[in-house]
């Protein structure tokens, strides 16, 4: 439901215009909201949330993506641009690849048995967690019978190809 970027340093200007994410299988560009940038303990931090008809409730679709951020945009608190790709040049353009599979609780991009048992202790609670939010299926805060076949779905398909 949402990214945290995360960067060294004071990071005080950060446009929507500063960041673009694409679902490549398709070229899909999905609207980002730019939370306003939080400075602690030498690092910055933003976190970007999703819009757009693409989602399901308020998460991404499953697919993969890449996030691009533009560190020409991006300033420090001096009005120095930002190293976006982290390899020393200010201004750079850093891109991140991640991807998004319902019910792949642990990241590796299969819905399997480690999953099941996640999901169905999560399911059989019947009460929405921040620990057990993933298997929310579109953010309405309910395990529905809904939830339930989307799992089942990507179960039988195992992995995000």
Same mark, same amino acid.
């Given at each position: 439901?949402?990214?945290?970027?995360?960067?060294?340093?004071?990071?005080?200007?950060?446009?929507?215009?500063?960041?673009?994410?694409?679902?490549?299988?398709?070229?899909?560009?999905?609207?980002?909201?730019?939370?306003?940038?939080?400075? =602690?303990? %030498?690092?910055?931090?933003?976190?970007?949330? &999703? @819009?757009? +008809?693409?989602?399901? #409730?308020?998460?991404? !679709?499953?697919?993969?993506?890449?996030?691009?951020?533009?560190?020409?945009?991006?300033?420090?608190?001096?009005?120095?641009?930002?190293?976006?790709?982290?390899?020393?040049?200010?201004? =750079?353009? %850093?891109?991140?690849?991640?991807?998004?599979? &319902? @019910?792949? +609780?642990?990241?590796? #991009?299969?819905?399997? !048995?480690?999953?099941?048992?996640?999901?169905?202790?999560?399911?059989?609670?019947?009460?929405?967690?921040?620990?057990?939010?993933?298997?929310?299926?579109?953010?309405?805060?309910?395990?529905?019978?809904?939830?339930?076949?989307?799992?089942?779905?990507?179960?039988?398909?195992?992995?995000?190809?």
């Amino acid at each position: 439901r949402s990214i945290t970027l995360a960067f060294q340093g004071d990071v005080a200007t950060a446009p929507a215009s500063a960041v673009n994410l694409k679902r490549t299988e398709d070229g899909l560009s999905i609207p980002v909201v730019v939370g306003a940038p939080s400075y =602690s303990g %030498g690092i910055t931090r933003i976190v970007l949330t &999703f @819009g757009g +008809s693409s989602l399901n #409730g308020t998460s991404l !679709a499953d697919g993969r993506y890449t996030l691009t951020i533009d560190g020409g945009q991006l300033l420090d608190d001096l009005g120095n641009h930002v190293d976006a790709a982290n390899n020393g040049t200010a201004g =750079s353009t %850093g891109t991140v690849g991640f991807f998004r599979f &319902f @019910g792949d +609780s642990n990241g590796d #991009g299969l819905v399997d !048995a480690v999953d099941y048992l996640a999901f169905r202790a999560a399911y059989i609670s019947g009460h929405v967690t921040p620990a057990n939010s993933i298997f929310d299926f579109n953010g309405d805060g309910l395990f529905t019978a809904f939830a339930l076949g989307m799992f089942t779905t990507n179960f039988t398909r195992r992995k995000l190809v």
